[in-house]
């Protein structure tokens, strides 16, 4: 088994910052890669950015240059730093993370979300 586990999110007003944390753990070989997704209401999961396990990390165009996606490969974790936040970003953000488990199979993993609010 593997476990996504996220941590971060909150309240914050428009123009702030904002930290998020995602953990994989368990029977992982090996990561492929490690991002988040998001989903505001009424709308599809999409992509915020990914980093893959070549280092190449994929943005979406609405957070290009306000957010920054880092890793720490021992901690099999990954850091989104959200800078600059508006209130389009108010949403659930999920964690996925491509693994390939100890039986050589590929799977994706989520965690279960947690919520960004920005407001004022």
């Known amino acids: 088994q593997v476990q996504v586990v996220e941590s971060g999110g909150g309240l914050v007003q428009p123009g702030g910052s904002l930290r998020l944390s995602c953990t994989a753990s368990?029977?992982?070989?090996?990561?492929?890669?490690m991002g988040w997704y998001r989903q505001g209401s009424g709308n599809q999961r999409e992509l915020v950015a990914l980093?893959?396990?070549?280092?190449?990390?994929n943005y979406a165009d609405s957070v290009n240059g306000r957010f920054t996606l880092s890793r720490d490969n021992a901690k099999n974790t990954v850091y989104l730093q959200m800078n600059s936040l508006k209130p389009e970003d108010t949403a659930v953000y999920f964690c996925?993370?491509?693994?390939?488990?100890?039986?050589?199979?590929?799977?994706?993993?989520w965690g279960q979300g947690t919520q960004v609010t920005v407001s004022s």
């Open positions: 980093i893959r396990n070549s280092g190449n990390t």
């Open positions: 996925k993370a491509e693994v390939q488990t100890l039986s050589l199979n590929k799977f994706d993993y």
């Open positions: 368990g029977s992982i070989f090996s990561l492929f890669a």
